[in-house]
T-cell receptor
Framework: DVKVTQSSRYLVKRTGEKVFLECVQD?????MFWYRQDPGLGLRLIYF???????EKGDIPEGYSVSREKKERFSLILESASTNQTSMYLC???????????FGPGTRLTVT | DQQVKQNSPSLSVQEGRISILNCDYT??????FLWYKKYPAEGPTFLIS?????DKNEDGRFTVFLNKSAKHLSLHIVPSQPGDSAVYFC???????????FGRGTSLIVHP
């Protein structure tokens, strides 16, 4: 059974803190993604990666960075958390042929 | 500007009846379409897909119809069950890109 795991289900951080969200997939997928989901706005792409050490900006990269040192792991970093980054963060992986994505369970991040 | 639109934020249906969720797209380069289902506090899961060479794809109770000339697709669930209550996201990709563009989702409630 394919699996995408995220390091935390719920996280509460203070404004200005550095936040690390980790995602691991066990499907040997080339492509990995970070989204945020907000009510009424659907899924918005923050960053994606199509190979180790490769990354591309999505639609809303401001305030975020990513790291992909190993194929199975894709990290999202909030350099200095702000209250408008309170959201549900979803990681996904996808094979290189571009079929369906597999999503992790999500991390509900609250920044106070 | 939204390239994938789900104009109904919510839909309410009686158990046993048909649920029809609609999705419109504007980018004529899109050639692969997917539906995902999302329960609260979980990541989206892939439901069904269709490529532009087809106009219908069926999987059990779920059928997706594609009308390329109208740039419209729909997901039919027959018969609807209370367990189908979830948010449904339409997504589209194409033009040489494997990265899907998501709609904002439709919340389906199936009443017993």
């Amino acid at each position: 059974d394919v699996k995408v795991t995220q390091s935390s289900r719920y996280l509460v951080k203070r404004t200005g803190e550095k936040v690390f969200l980790e995602c691991v997939q066990d499907m040997d997928h080339e492509n990995m993604f970070w989204y945020r989901q907000d009510p009424g706005l659907g899924l918005r792409l923050i960053y994606f990666s199509y190979d180790v050490k490769m990354k591309e900006k999505g639609d809303i990269p401001e305030g975020y960075s990513v790291s992909r040192e190993k194929k199975e792991r894709f990290s999202l970093i909030l350099e200095s958390a702000s209250t408008n980054q309170t959201s549900m963060y979803l990681c996904a992986s996808q094979s290189g042929t571009g079929d369906e994505q597999y999503f992790g369970p999500g991390t509900r991040l609250t920044v106070t | 500007d939204q390239q994938v639109k789900q104009n109904s934020p919510s839909l309410s249906v009686q158990e046993g009846r048909i649920s029809i969720l609609n999705c419109d797209y504007t980018n004529s380069m899109f050639d692969y379409f997917l539906w995902y289902k999302k329960y609260p506090a979980e990541g989206p899961t892939f439901l069904i897909s269709i490529s532009s060479i087809k106009d219908k794809n069926e999987d059990g109770r779920f059928t997706v119809f594609l009308n390329k000339s109208a740039k419209h697709l729909s997901l039919h669930i027959v018969p609807s069950q209370p367990g189908d209550s979830a948010v449904y996201f339409c997504a589209a990709s194409g033009g040489g890109s494997y990265i899907p563009t998501f709609g904002r989702g439709t919340s389906l409630i199936v009443h017993p």
